[in-house]
């Protein structure tokens, strides 16, 4: 997701320029498990220190549903505004500064905003940040109820008859050996109380 700006970067304040896509995500970023292309629209507006990149996207990823753990088909709609700043002058070829730069100075340090000395404009870290930045916090499959879910109800069944079989095992808790030398220091307190 490269674009050339060298000319957008020659015309005054103001010129745009519009990209539909129609994008592949692999290897983008391999814990990022895209299922559709991203498709969107994509605005470079120059301003007077660099490109203003402007984008609304949609792509369908694979996550893990927060009720059931499994895997599930989730809409994402992602949405960023960066500037973008050039790291040369593309009439000249000359590198610009950080002091003639006009603008935050964390845009100055981040280089996914950096437009490269052959005035390369690269969206794909922006765009990746974005896309996890708008996934839904908590991820659901489509059942409205957890009951309805088949994979739920299951988990829980199986939850269930661990926990009859823990309950038949023993009437005791089980105790984490690390707690117990506490508890039997616990007892032999309460059995001086009771004796004295």
Not at 50 to 55: Q, R
Request: aromatic letters at 6%; a negative charge; hydrophobic letters at 40%.
């Amino acid at each position: 997701m490269q674009f050339n700006v060298a000319q957008l970067l020659k015309e005054p304040i103001g010129a745009t320029r519009t990209y539909q896509l129609d994008e592949n995500l692999t290897g983008l970023d391999p814990e990022l498990i895209a299922l559709s292309p991203l498709t969107g629209t994509l605005q470079l507006l120059r301003t007077h220190s660099g490109v203003l990149g402007t984008g609304r996207f949609d792509v369908t990823v694979q996550m893990d549903c927060g009720r059931c753990l499994e895997p599930i088909a989730a809409q994402v709609e992602a949405i960023f505004e960066e500037s973008f700043r050039p790291l040369t002058e593309v009439t000249t070829g000359r590198y610009l500064l950080p002091d003639e730069f006009e603008g935050e100075e964390e845009e100055l340090e981040d280089s996914a905003l950096i437009i490269d000395e052959h005035h390369i404009l690269d969206i794909s870290e922006v765009l990746r940040q974005s896309i996890w930045l708008c996934m839904p916090m908590i991820p659901r499959c489509p059942y409205a109820q957890p009951e309805e879910c088949p994979n739920f109800a299951e988990r829980l069944s199986a939850m269930d008859e661990s926990d009859e079989d823990l309950a038949d095992d023993d009437d005791q808790p089980a105790v984490d050996p690390r707690w117990a030398a506490l508890l039997a220091l616990q007892k032999n307190s309460a059995e001086e109380k009771i004796n004295q």
